[in-house]
């Protein structure tokens, strides 16, 4: 299986800017999304095909990589950016997810 | 607007079947390029794809699961459902379902169901 390896957590203040990675055990192409989720909600889709926007997602939200390393990008973060995030790999079977790294604000 | 929601037993014992219902609204299984697909999630835990169903009728089931895995859908009625046979209790967890495109994201998920195999 394709392993995704995250960092656990990171804490930072607001209005800065936070990458989070997300680095995969062989290459996934460019078919890695990446996820919101905070304490009790389902998962929301920020970034699709390691670089697109969902519709309604802030610009604050990117997304780049391709191959085998991947970050997320918030900048600024917002205090309602607390939340775990994972990124997931559509390009070999079984698909998988990472770990989450849980961000929170200072 | 997508909406899908998951139904299912809550608690069920060791051994049983789980039987797990998605209605949803806002797209077709029947329509080129979507998908339904299970993911769940212990408690505290990360996220484990389970399964998925295209408008094709081709599925996939996760291979770690083996042969316990079983994805069919409703076309007429919008709904998909997964079987989970021999269940034990590292099955209990949040099920969710979700609106899968075609290169393998979930595009909106339900709400979740908590299931628990208990004795």
């Known amino acids: 299986d394709t392993v995704l390896t995250q960092s656990p957590a990171l804490a930072v203040s607001p209005g800065e800017r936070v990458t989070i990675s997300c680095r995969a055990s062989e290459s996934v192409s460019t078919l890695m999304h990446w996820y919101q989720q905070k304490p009790g909600q389902q998962p929301k889709l920020l970034i699709y095909l390691a670089s697109h926007l969902e519709s309604g997602v802030p610009a604050r939200f990117s997304g780049s990589g391709s191959g085998t390393d991947f970050t997320l990008t918030i900048d600024p973060v917002e205090a309602d950016d607390t939340a775990t995030y994972y990124c997931?790999?559509?390009?070999?079977?079984?698909?998988?997810f990472g770990a989450g790294t849980k961000l929170e604000l200072k | 607007q997508v909406t899908l929601k998951e139904s299912g037993p809550g608690i069920l014992q060791p051994s049983h079947t789980l039987s797990l219902t998605c209605s949803f609204s806002?797209?077709?299984?029947?329509?080129?390029?979507?998908?339904v697909s299970w993911i769940r999630q212990p408690s505290g835990k990360g996220l484990e794809w389970l399964a998925s169903?295209?408008?094709?009728?081709?599925?996939y089931n996760n291979p770690s699961l083996k042969s316990r895995l079983t994805v069919s859908k409703d076309t007429s009625n919008n709904q998909a459902f997964l079987k989970v046979t021999s269940v034990d209790t590292a099955d209990t967890a949040t099920y969710y379902c979700a609106h899968t495109k075609y290169y393998g994201y979930n595009y909106y998920w339900g709400q979740g169901v908590m299931v628990t195999v208990s004795s």
């Open positions: 169903i295209w408008w094709n009728g081709n599925t």
């Open positions: 806002g797209f077709s299984l029947s329509t080129y390029g979507m998908g």
């Open positions: 997931q790999q559509s390009w070999n079977d079984p698909y998988t």
